[in-house]
């Protein structure tokens, strides 16, 4: 039996990948304790597993900031110049803390700590990626969220995107300062650029996606497995279905579903609303999971059912489409479902995971803000596209083929040996 640490930060479609490990882990006779944010701590122990405090611990109530971290041009410098890099000792020390007498430590993206930690102390670990975008491929080039229009570069290959790429990295390089600040009075040499490569470690990275979503590249970093989606169902609290939901869904035909996940909810404005609208214009019924939002929606139409949320393993194949923000949790468990996708990305990752359910012909792309006509169009032209319904079945079969828990378990005792 082994000890192991899971580090993690951010939302729960950042925490729900590791607790699935982490059970299964568990399941093996491991021993697993989950360094994540002080508020996940109810989330982790629910499941029998260990919670180790991760600081920082965003304030769920501060929406301006959470505004500024999901702005798409300068959102991720929010995220990691304010809010991660001025905790950065303190993540340090409270990873040294968990990480005491533990055998392997497995790291987040945005855990900037973990690899200074695991050099310092010679601690075998392994890195992780939730989302292809990390990997910064020039052969396979993320769409990035401040300037999207990049993307109509991709036909031209590495000569052209690469150098792209590396100007970003020169761009953010300062961003990593306070890392290489901690490495060297910490008596360590700099190291590798923190934000890009230096995340992955020697000793192999976690792809905790299907091979679907993301092919390896040539410069993706040495001993990448490709892992498939670790899917977790137990993201209710332990509560059951709501038996309101189960009804309207036994009542009646397919509805669309309509979801911005665990994050772009709290900003939503005016997009279920739109939806409402948009599922009328349809004529079609629709599930609007519009968490603390729900109920300053107020009267809707006839047809449209609202909840906080629901588990989506459970509501996904039963719905005809699904629109979403793009957020890799939620674009994993669409795919998964079979259903078409329609996404309006708001920042990170998001336009990236677009372009490649696009790219595999199971979905389709509208923008942030999109009124309630553009919304029931591009909803109306989906549900009309039989060849993309059989593609989005097709993939939905593949993927709930694959085991995400099993091979990320096997690579982590793998390490171990």
């Not at 050099?119 to 052969?139: A, I, T, V």
């Not at 890392?179 to 060297?184: E, K, P, S």
């Not at 092919?215 to 899917?231: A, E, L, N, S």
């Not at 079609?284 to 939002?293: C, E, F, I, P, Q």
Request: proline residues 9%.
């Amino acid at each position: 039996m082994a000890r192991i640490i899971l580090a993690t930060f951010g939302s729960h479609g950042d925490l729900n990948p590791f607790l699935a490990v982490g059970a299964g882990l568990k399941a093996r006779g491991h021993s697993v304790a989950v360094a994540a944010a002080p508020s996940y701590k109810a989330d982790v122990e629910r499941i029998g597993l260990e919670h180790a405090p991760l600081r920082p611990d965003l304030d769920a109530s501060d929406l301006k900031t959470l505004e500024r971290a999901l702005n798409p041009r300068w959102g991720a410098e929010v995220i990691i110049r304010e809010l991660l890099m001025p905790a950065l000792r303190e993540s340090y020390a409270d990873l040294e803390k968990a990480a005491a007498g533990a055998d392997l430590l497995v790291s987040h993206a945005l855990t900037y700590a973990a690899p200074v930690l695991a050099e310092k102390k010679g601690l075998r670990w392994l890195s992780s990626s939730l989302q292809p975008l990390m990997f910064f491929s020039r052969y396979d080039p993320p769409v990035l969220a401040p300037a999207p229009w990049l993307a109509a570069l991709r036909p031209l290959g590495p000569r052209v995107n690469g150098p792209l790429l590396r100007l970003l990295k020169r761009l953010s390089y300062s961003w990593g300062g306070p890392v290489r600040a901690l490495r060297r009075d910490l008596g360590l040499g700099p190291g590798q650029d923190p934000i890009f490569e230096g995340q992955h470690s020697p000793y192999g990275t976690l792809a905790l996606y299907s091979g679907l979503f993301a092919r390896p590249q040539p410069d993706w970093p040495p001993r990448v497995t490709v892992c498939g989606f670790p899917f977790w169902d137990e993201d209710l609290g332990g509560r059951p279905p709501d038996p309101r939901l189960e009804a309207f869904l036994a009542a009646g035909e397919k509805p669309v579903v309509f979801t911005l996940g665990s994050t772009a909810v709290r900003v939503a404005g005016d997009f279920y609303r739109r939806a409402a609208e948009a599922a009328r214009l349809m004529g079609r019924r629709a599930v609007l999971l519009a968490g603390d939002g729900v109920e300053a929606l107020g009267p809707l139409p006839p047809g449209v059912f609202t909840a906080a949320s629901a588990p989506y393993h459970l509501l996904f194949p039963r719905c005809a489409a699904i629109a979403h923000s793009g957020g890799v949790g939620t674009t994993a468990q669409a795919l998964r479902s079979g259903a078409p996708q329609l996404i309006a990305p708001f920042a990170h990752d998001q336009f990236d995971n677009a372009a490649r359910v696009a790219r595999m012909g199971v979905g389709v792309q509208i923008g942030k803000r999109p009124t309630a006509s553009k919304l029931a169009a591009a909803l109306s032209r989906l549900l009309r596209d039989d060849g993309l319904k059989r593609r989005a079945a097709r993939i939905g079969a593949a993927v709930r083929a694959e085991n995400g828990v099993a091979l990320a378990c096997g690579a982590i005792e793998d390490a171990l040996r």
